[in-house]
């Protein structure tokens, strides 16, 4: 059987006070003809676009990203995101990024996992870097301090038993992990992991296609709803990218 041939591109692109995403959403349509862009103004047009299989990608923009995932994961119970950022000197997977994932060892294994896989179908190889609340000095400095320790050791083996990756624990030194070119970072928690996002893109502006979305049948681009016009550019043109895939 031959592979079919996509003439168009169908993103659905979700649209809230934020309109950065409408100029983007244009100046992606002037560079490519075959893109055919649906703008949704609620929630539940995302997600019925999301479910949809006629539409390649779908894109939250600046709609506020809450009720859409309550919704997915009412359908699909491994869903895990991962923010893509990737510069000229940088490229990594920053998960997990939303303030309620990766809460147990279990999730974040799937995340790791999930990352490993998206990486390597882009024929690049896996380095994780795992990260706690502290150096491995400061065990016994408070109670929550040595739990994480003792998690981010024990998903360290978990992720070494179950895959091939290269894993390396480097607690707290998040430096480090990306002086060492890990590309995929795995935070203690979701609110950590979102600080740290918030910190390196908002504020510092290191370039983010947006958040992939693992566990689901379809291309969910996840992005903040105060992302810039450059950066909704880049969330496009990874959707496209990973649609003609």
Excluded at 53 to 73: N, T
Excluded at 88 to 116: M, R, W, Y
Aim: aromatic share 6%.
């Amino acid at each position: 059987m031959k592979n079919k041939i996509k003439t168009m591109i169908k993103i659905v692109v979700g649209v809230g006070k934020n309109k950065s995403i409408i100029k983007s959403c244009d100046i992606f349509k002037n560079e490519n003809e075959n893109v055919e862009i649906t703008f949704a103004d609620n929630d539940n047009d995302l997600v019925n676009a999301i479910l949809d299989e006629d539409i390649d990608a779908v894109i939250r923009g600046s709609l506020p990203a809450s009720s859409v995932m309550k919704q997915l994961k009412s359908e699909f119970s491994d869903i895990s995101r991962a923010t893509y950022i990737n510069g000229d000197d940088i490229e990594f997977l920053l998960t997990p990024v939303g303030i309620d994932e990766g809460e147990t060892l279990d999730d974040k294994l799937k995340i790791a996992v999930n990352c490993g896989e998206f990486l390597k179908k882009q024929s690049k190889q896996p380095k994780i870097a795992v990260m706690a609340s502290g150096r491995k000095g400061d065990y016994g400095r408070s109670e929550e301090i040595s739990k994480s320790i003792d998690e981010s050791e024990e998903l360290t083996e978990l992720i070494k038993d179950h895959t091939n990756y290269e894993v390396v624990n480097h607690y707290i030194l998040i430096e480090k992990a990306i002086k060492d070119k890990c590309n995929v970072i795995i935070a203690p928690n979701g609110i950590i992991g979102n600080i740290i996002f918030r910190t390196l893109v908002l504020v510092n502006s290191w370039p983010s296609y947006g958040a992939i979305t693992f566990g689901i049948n379809s291309i969910y681009i996840d992005t903040s709803r105060d992302q810039n016009t450059e950066g909704y550019l880049r969330s496009l043109k990874l959707a496209y990218k990973l649609a003609k895939i």
